[in-house]
């Protein structure tokens, strides 16, 4: 069994998608409107971005992209830091990782 999709709320679609297209390199498949947009990646994994007004996630709740090695997380960070972003830097914990806040309101973990 192989998970399918996630359906995420965010508070900005198109923000929230092109951060995912210029970071982690998902394919934008469909948009409606600025309330819906279906993005995917060459594993086949389909990420749904659906518009609310409200996004309130556990503090706790994230999704992951694995990278294919340490020097591929740390590249992503720095991108991240030459954009302006607030991201702390990658750090030995469970895995060579970091965590930033996405915008539309969810986080997400850049690991290997």
Known sequence: MKLNHINLTVTD????RAFL????YLQTR???KDSFALLVDDDGLLLALMKGSKVNYPNSFHIGFEQVNEEQVNEIN?????DGIDVKP?????????????PGGFTIEVFR
């Not at 679609?13 to 929230?16: F, G, N, P, S, T």
């Not at 720095?78 to 030459?82: E, G």
């Not at 990658?90 to 996405?102: D, G, I, L, N, S």
Request: hydrophobic share 35%; net charge positive.
């Open 13 to 16: 679609v198109d923000v929230a």
């Open 21 to 24: 297209e210029k970071y982690f």
């Open 30 to 32: 469909s948009t409606y």
């Open 78 to 82: 720095q991108r991240m830091k030459d």
């Open 90 to 102: 990658p750090k030995r914990a469970h895995r060579w990782t970091f965590y930033v806040k996405a």
